[in-house]
């Protein structure tokens, strides 16, 4: 699905054409390396103008009672229900990913955050009186969201939802690569009747557009999901309006196999979380921690299923992997790859390359690294691609020292007895830590320890992120 919008800004409540100086890109389908449309990339007078139509829409919506916007917010969720296949359709198209996997996972997670921050908005404690002050949360004020391109609908949700019932008027700069269903979300926004300036939309670069959301004295937050990189930079453009800055940034999650695990499935569990969406995912579980008697068993059981991993045609129903997003990051990924055979990795599966029979699309091999050590550049770099690197320990103290040695702090896995799971679960540094496979909790709070970021998401904690604390000292 291709919104005829893809070359306008939403801005005021309406469609308008980008200023002088915007320029277009063409949007591509990473699986078949086609041209599927043209994105207009606005300019930093396109910013603008989206930010002062917020600014000048903040004093009525942030005045608009709790029950309205929480309405306004259960007719976005009912038209996205009505439009979820455009908006998997769309994730197909523009991220490669394979149709089951945009339909139940990419499109189905815009679905359950905004069914989420729905529930939390309706028992969230907007005022409370505590003796004799009355303490009153309320909407921020301008927010520039910046969402990244591989969970598009995921991120997209989770910002707007919560800054929508906190009070927030907004900017949504998506990212250029991945536009398409960020088009059709701000399409559904206008449908529902959300007011003029409200919501708006730009598309552009972070360079451009994305500093001047980050910069601009008008914007009192910027919520901000991509790479650690980038998120500095975005820090440092909002420090000199000390302004609120979320963050959401890079991870090197470690997934720490307990001696009393179900050994093979977690091995293959492991990998295939690793696996899933091509890699891409800011919390994959990437550095498998195994004790070290057992690390042959456990090489023979990933490869097997990494190599079970079938990448290809996003429409056939066996493919289970998609491409990565682009050329320039595919070649990162090989480098990656590269650096792991040069510094002595043993590679187990996969490798250089595209997978065979596969000449067109950014695919790369579901790769396994085994008797990984911490100093290699594959224990230690973000990789963002189907790569696992399989590490060994001796002792519960080694494993949780190498769990925490790393300058991110997103998430962190644990597979083996509750009790035992539990306790190392408590000694690992991250924001998120998943015990032994539990389903997805949206109402979870989501966000990183370290260099992963700051700030939470999800339900009622993405609320609270959206919104300033009044005390009304002597209201008693």
Not at 300 to 311: G, S, T
């Amino acid at each position: 699905m291709i919104s005829q919008h893809l070359g306008q800004f939403l801005i005021g409540g309406a469609w308008v054409e980008p200023g002088p100086g915007a320029s277009r890109m063409g949007v591509e389908n990473p699986a078949t390396e086609a041209m599927l449309a043209e994105v207009a990339l606005g300019t930093a007078a396109d910013a603008e103008a989206a930010i002062l139509a917020a600014r000048a829409a903040f004093d009525g919506w942030t005045a608009t009672p709790v029950a309205e916007r929480i309405a306004l917010l259960e007719r976005v969720l009912a038209l996205y229900r009505e439009r979820i296949q455009d908006f998997a359709d769309a994730m197909r198209l523009e991220m490669g990913a394979p149709a089951a996997w945009a339909r139940e996972a990419q499109a189905w997670a815009g679905e359950v955050h905004l069914e989420a921050t729905l529930e939390a908005a309706q028992r969230f404690h907007w005022e409370e009186q505590r003796g004799t002050t009355r303490i009153i949360r309320e909407g921020i004020g301008v927010c520039g969201l910046i969402t990244p391109w591989n969970w598009p609908m995921n991120q997209i949700a989770c910002k707007v939802a919560p800054a929508l019932v906190a009070g927030c008027t907004m900017v949504l700069k998506p990212s250029e690569l991945a536009p398409l269903s960020a088009a059709l979300f701000a399409e559904i926004m206008q449908e529902a009747g959300c007011p003029p300036g409200v919501f708006n939309l730009v598309n552009g670069t972070g360079a451009e557009v994305g500093q001047v959301l980050a910069s601009h004295p008008a914007v009192d937050m910027v919520s901000f999901t991509g790479s650690t990189r980038a998120g500095v930079a975005v820090a440092q453009a909002a420090a000199p309006t000390v302004k609120r800055v979320a963050q959401e940034l890079g991870g090197k999650s470690p997934n720490i196999l307990l001696p009393g695990c179900d050994f093979a499935a977690a091995v293959r569990a492991g990998v295939e979380g690793c696996m899933a969406n091509a890699g891409q995912s800011c919390d994959a579980p990437t550095r498998m921690l195994v004790p070290r008697a057992r690390m042959a068993e456990a090489l023979e059981i990933a490869a097997a299923a990494a190599e079970a991993q079938r990448p290809g045609d996003p429409l056939d129903p066996a493919t289970t992997m998609g491409p990565l997003i682009g050329r320039m990051h595919w070649d990162k990924v090989q480098g990656l790859i590269a650096a792991g055979i040069a510094e002595g990795a043993r590679l187990v599966a996969g490798g250089p390359g595209r997978p065979q029979g596969l000449n067109a699309g950014h695919f790369a091999r579901a790769t396994v690294f085994g008797d990984v050590t911490p100093d290699m550049t594959i224990a230690r770099e973000e990789i963002f691609g189907p790569v696992l690197a399989v590490m060994g320990y001796d002792s519960l103290d080694e494993a949780v020292r190498i769990a925490n040695d790393t300058v991110y702090g997103l998430a962190a896995y644990v597979q083996g007895p509750e009790a035992e799971a539990r306790a190392v679960g408590r000694r690992l540094r991250a924001g998120q830590v998943s015990l032994n496979n539990p389903p997805w909790d949206v109402h979870a709070p989501f966000g990183g320890y370290k260099q992963s970021g700051n700030g939470r998401e999800y339900a009622d904690w993405g609320i609270h992120d959206f919104c300033e604390v009044k005390a009304l000292v002597g209201h008693g």
